[in-house]
T-cell receptor, first 112, second 114 residues
Framework: NAGVTQTPKFRILKIGQSMTLQCAQD?????MYWYRQDPGMGLKLIYY???????DKGEVPNGYNVSRSTTEDFPLRLELAAPSQTSVYFC???????????FGPGTRLTVL | AQSVTQLGSHVSVSEGALVLLRCNYS??????LFWYVQYPNQGLQLLLK??????LVKGINGFEAEFKKSETSFHLTKPSAHMSDAAEYFC????????????FGKGTRLSVIA
């Protein structure tokens, strides 16, 4: 099992550009999550999904969009990138009704 | 709503000394509590979790935590620190089971001095 994979590992964007952060898991988990991590601030939930076709907003969804067309994939879309979106982004997944979340290695995004 | 407070953004201990990382939570329903560890440039890994039952929970790498409802605490301990324990540690809470997402604390960076 590869677990949770994320691409790219690093990315630099210019203000106003768009991009998609990819996340995939091969554990057949129903639940998937996107977090952002800023220094000294812990992890903030952006969006989550409890199954294919179902998504919900977390604490900090503004400026982001998600879709969940398959169980395996949960891409995060940034439209009109802003410097405030400079962060490390983590994707995670878990079984439905089970609590342990498995995290990907992260994507470090810089918006200049 | 749930919340987590981790006391101390940075803790420094000598190798072989006791590790104590503090976590207090707020939850309107019986909580599920977690400790995750993050090594440099990596994602988070689960150390241990409390859901129901025994209040003293043992995790990986010799860590343990005790759920104290009266104190709303879930402090993480390890009797003897090792250099490899240097990392960032996150406490998290979920209000019960089901779909409720985890709420993370801001993290505590543990340094181990030789």
């Amino acid at each position: 099992n590869a677990g949770v994979t994320q691409t790219p590992k690093f990315r630099i964007l210019k203000i106003g550009q768009s991009m998609t952060l990819q996340c995939a898991q091969d554990m057949n988990h129903n639940y998937m999550y996107w977090y952002r991590q800023d220094p000294g601030m812990g992890l903030k939930l952006i969006y989550y999904s409890v199954g294919a076709g179902i998504t919900d907003k977390g604490e900090v969804p503004n400026g982001y969009n998600v879709s969940r067309s398959t169980t395996e994939d949960f891409p995060l879309r940034l439209e009109l990138a802003a410097p405030s979106q400079t962060s490390v982004y983590f994707c995670a997944s878990s079984y439905a009704g089970t609590d342990t979340q498995y995290f990907g290695p992260g994507t470090r995004l810089t918006v200049l | 709503a749930q919340s987590v407070t981790q006391l101390g953004s940075h803790v420094s201990v000598s190798e072989g000394a006791l590790v104590l990382l503090r976590c207090n939570y707020s939850s309107s329903v019986p909580p599920y509590l977690f400790w995750y560890v993050q090594y440099p440039n990596q994602g988070l890994q689960l150390l241990l979790k409390y859901t129901t039952g025994a209040t003293l929970v043992k995790g990986i790498n010799g860590f343990e935590a005790e759920f104290k409802k009266s104190e709303t605490s879930f402090h993480l301990t390890k009797p003897s620190a090792h250099m490899s324990d240097a990392a960032e540690y996150f406490c998290a809470v979920r209000g019960g089971s089901g779909n409720t997402p985890l709420v993370f604390g801001k993290g505590t960076r543990l340094s181990v001095i030789a």
